[in-house]
């Protein structure tokens, strides 16, 4: 649920919503995408009500990447980026070869043009995202950076490992800063949105508790009003910034638990 949430998302840069569970990061993710009606206000993309642009036009200009994807057949990874091309194809919906030309863009773009032939649920979960990410990119018209191409991402680093979760911060910087999208993320990482973003927009409880700069909005300050924490920024020698959520109870003093498991020397 929202509460008279106002915000505005610049063109061509990257702005992330961070927020606990339940502050109403989904919502606003739906209404921002069309797929639910505010009760009070309005959505505009490029000043036009988003209601009023024809779905086949807001999806070229619009896509969503889902925090997860579980295709229904064994889709290689060719048909599954194929999918963005939905909005673009004839009364016949068949593909043309501009559309595999526009696809295979997409899929070099995000790193992924060697796994084309790959069955989709035998890649890695870093694979899987971009691999999704170019479906999304596959649905946007060519050359159109005088016209808004929004990407909404939900978490889009949720469930990966560490190695991975920097190729797609990478890859999300690539595309705002050499392609011109706008893009939209909501994610619980902290460092990721530091590093990612170039603003942040808090939510808590459906309303926003801070918009603005990422360097201004996650201070110590407004993270510990968000979340009840105590997160400290530390700079490092290099002038990179950490953003380190402190214990809620400490750890000095305490004698080690008895462990429920242990295994020691295993080998197969």
């Not at 610049?10 to 919502?27: D, E, Y």
């Not at 993309?45 to 807001?58: H, N, Y």
Request: net charge negative; hydrophobic share 40%.
């Amino acid at each position: 649920m929202l509460h008279g949430v106002s915000l505005d998302v610049a063109r061509g840069g990257i702005t992330g919503v961070l927020g606990p569970n339940g502050s109403g990061k989904t919502t606003l993710l739906r209404m921002l995408s069309g797929a639910l009606r505010p009760t009070s206000g309005e959505v505009r993309l490029d000043g036009a009500p988003i209601e009023s642009i024809p779905k086949r036009g807001l999806a070229r200009r619009l896509a969503v990447v889902p925090q997860e994807i579980h295709p229904v057949f064994d889709y290689t990874v060719l048909d599954l980026a194929l999918m963005g091309r939905y909005a673009h194809l004839g009364p016949f919906g068949f593909e043309t070869a501009l559309d595999l030309l526009a696809v295979r863009r997409a899929l070099a773009a995000t790193g992924t043009a060697d796994l084309e032939c790959r069955h989709f649920d035998t890649l890695s979960g870093g694979e899987k995202q971009r691999v999704v990410i170019a479906s999304a990119l596959a649905q946007f018209e060519e050359d159109t950076r005088d016209e808004g191409r929004l990407l909404v991402l939900d978490e889009p680093t949720a469930a990966l490992d560490l190695h991975y979760q920097i190729e797609v911060a990478q890859l999300l910087r690539r595309l705002a800063d050499d392609r011109g999208l706008t893009l939209l993320v909501t994610t619980h990482d902290l460092q990721f949105a530091w590093q990612v973003c170039d603003r942040v927009v808090l939510l808590q409880d459906g309303r926003v508790l801070a918009d603005g700069p990422t360097e201004e909005t996650l201070t110590p300050a407004h993270l510990h009003a968000l979340y009840g924490v105590r997160v400290d920024r530390m700079t490092h020698p290099d002038g990179s910034v950490s953003l380190v959520p402190a214990s809620l109870v400490g750890d000095r003093g305490r004698r080690a638990p008895t462990p429920v498991l242990a295994m020691h020397g295993a080998r197969r």
